[in-house]
């Protein structure tokens, strides 16, 4: 079933199994499995939170993650286009991996 047809429930059951496996393979240290897994979680969380997420185009936010910050350009869905700062690279970013940041961050 496709993240954009479940409900809040059944995402939430999915990301809850995704994190478990994510966990898995963490604790195995295959980081190629990690990746998948936490990626899938970031996109189902995405379709859980599109209701109420308010995501400005124009505006900086931190990647979750990552030591690097997207400036948004565009929406699409769950996704964000944007500027990323280290690169200078357009790029899309699921919008649960987005958060507000503040001048500390480096």
Known sequence: MLYSDMTKEQLQAEMKELQRKGQRAFDEE???EYEIHMTKWYLAKSYEILPT???????????????DRLTVTGLEGVMAWGIRQSTGETTAIPIARLDEYDDDFS
Request: proline content about 0%; glycine content about 6%.
């Open 30 to 32: 295959n980081w190629t």
């Open 53 to 67: 997420a308010h995501i400005e185009i124009g505006r900086t936010y931190r990647i979750a993650e990552e030591y």
